[in-house]
């Protein structure tokens, strides 16, 4: 868990880097692209500018003092920052604006030649331009600011790299610290992100990792062990699920613990019987050899139909298959049944088809109609209704009936109601593989007092049986 932890948070925090020095490059990019665009635009109108003044000014053989008059004059009249050299480099005039802003941070000059050696300047900011507290109202103090030579270097002799006819005199002054500062927000971005990730993934693993110690306490044997649900992410549905599982497991152990502790106790009565029958057959007459016969066959049935209903429980609870779901005629079934166990059929419907195992739907009906003879008396009687959504199977006798506190627990495996567990051929699992035939089949199983006295056994199957 450790490990996936840190790896999420690592592939998090270097996705964020890519991001990061991504938008970083595409930022500087843009900057570069809008940097030329500028410069390109001043350049295109400075080419302008210096094929109307090739035409304005005097020519380049007059006097020095003529020209910057002329050029001051055309200056003022245009409102732009613009010096003009000769062909020596040497600057002949330029226009108080351009004096104020040639020595200003993020000021770029671009020049053109006008022709027969002269060359016209311009004085383009890239970024706005910054007032000098200790000079604000005059020019700013510099090696051009009376008009006199350039400074060394300050004019690059390699060519603008978008092209043109014009030179790049001056670096962007502020890029440095642009870039710096760029690269400080980045970094400081990237420590509040990770910072802020750091907690929301530490917080999903740590779920996980108390999903992993409940499930390895549940499979060490805590089978009440159950972990922490809440929420509304696939983590929480993850350890919703791991709990019904559990709660499905912990039933199902139960119910098997119980189910063959109760099985090894009926076992033993049978066996102790069988035990008594051969320690008495050497030394009993032939009238007692029968009558030990009879009984040793009697408690081998026993013991048989108490193994079959014991594995047919436990197939049930497993929801294992046991047949083929096929539509069964409850009509034909509920006749069989009641033939075979001597009771009155009185079927209210004409058409009674489900869908089920009908091994499984004999097996119920078989169970409650003994159970119905061997407790209930001779008078047994076998319905079926048409109800709402599906249909009644109704077994009713004449017996003592049964107390309504016990109504619901008759149905539990072994229960078996006062003064009744002696009596022969009941182990105890009949009603509750009714109940679980029952389930399988999307229905239920109810008992209800009977109008007159006795009981009324109720097996509700619906039209389109819910498989396990």
């Not at 003009?84 to 000021?107: C, H, N, W, Y």
């Not at 152990?253 to 019987?273: D, G, I, K």
């Not at 079934?333 to 001597?342: H, M, Q, S, T, V």
């Not at 009713?396 to 008759?410: L, Y």
Request: hydrophobic share 45%.
């Amino acid at each position: 868990m450790k490990t996936l932890y840190i790896r999420i948070y690592l592939t998090l925090v270097a996705l964020l880097l890519a991001f990061a020095f991504g938008s970083a490059w595409l930022f500087q990019r843009h900057i570069e692209q809008e940097r030329g665009n500028v410069e390109i635009a001043a350049g295109e109108r400075l080419a302008a500018m210096a094929a109307l003044l090739k035409l304005a000014l005097p020519p380049a053989d007059a006097s020095a003092r003529e020209q910057a008059e002329a050029f001051i004059d055309w200056g003022q009249r245009l409102r732009m920052p613009l010096a003009m050299e000769d062909e020596k480099g040497q600057r002949i005039a330029a226009t108080p604006a351009f004096l104020r802003r040639v020595d200003e941070p993020g000021s770029v000059v671009i020049s053109a030649p006008i022709g027969d050696g002269r060359s016209v300047e311009m004085v383009r900011s890239i970024r706005p331009p910054q007032i000098n507290p200790n000079n604000a109202g005059g020019p700013p103090n510099g090696p051009n600011a009376n008009g006199g030579a350039r400074a060394p270097g300050a004019r690059p002799e390699e060519p603008s790299p978008w092209g043109g006819p014009w030179l790049s005199r001056q670096p962007v002054v502020p890029g440095a610290p642009a870039v710096s500062t760029l690269a400080i927000v980045l970094i400081l971005l990237f420590v509040g992100v990770a910072a802020g990730a750091f907690p929301v993934v530490r917080r999903l693993t740590r779920r996980l990792e108390n999903l992993k110690r409940g499930v390895e306490r549940f499979g060490a044997g805590q089978l009440g062990q159950r972990v922490d649900d809440s929420g509304r992410d696939e983590v929480a549905a993850l350890a919703s699920s791991f709990n019904q599982a559990a709660e499905r497991i912990e039933t199902l152990l139960r119910s098997h613990q119980t189910l063959l502790a109760n099985a090894s106790h009926e076992l033993r009565s049978p066996l102790a019987r069988l035990k008594m029958a051969f320690a008495m057959l050497d030394d009993a007459s032939a009238v007692q050899r029968e009558r030990l016969s009879i009984e040793i066959h009697a408690n081998i049935a026993e013991l048989d139909a108490l193994v079959e209903e014991v594995l047919l429980a436990s197939r049930l609870e497993a929801g294992s298959a046991v047949g083929e779901v096929q539509p069964v005629d409850l009509l034909a079934l509920g006749a069989e049944e009641a033939a075979r166990a001597e009771a009155v059929f009185e079927p209210e419907a004409d058409l009674a088809r489900v869908q089920g195992e009908e091994r499984l739907l004999r097996r119920a009906l078989r169970n409650l109609l003994e159970n119905a003879r061997r407790y209930g008396g001779p008078e047994v009687s076998l319905q079926l209704q048409a109800v709402g959504d599906g249909f009644d199977l109704v077994v009713a006798d004449r017996g003592p009936g049964v107390p309504a506190e016990m109504r619901e627990r008759i149905f539990e495996p072994f229960f078996r109601l006062p003064g009744h567990a002696e009596m022969a051929g009941g182990v105890g699992l009949g009603l509750s593989l009714v109940k679980q035939i029952a389930e399988r089949h999307g229905g239920r199983v109810r008992c209800e007092p009977r109008e007159g006295g006795g009981s009324r056994f109720v097996l509700h199957l619906p039209l389109r049986s819910a498989q396990r």
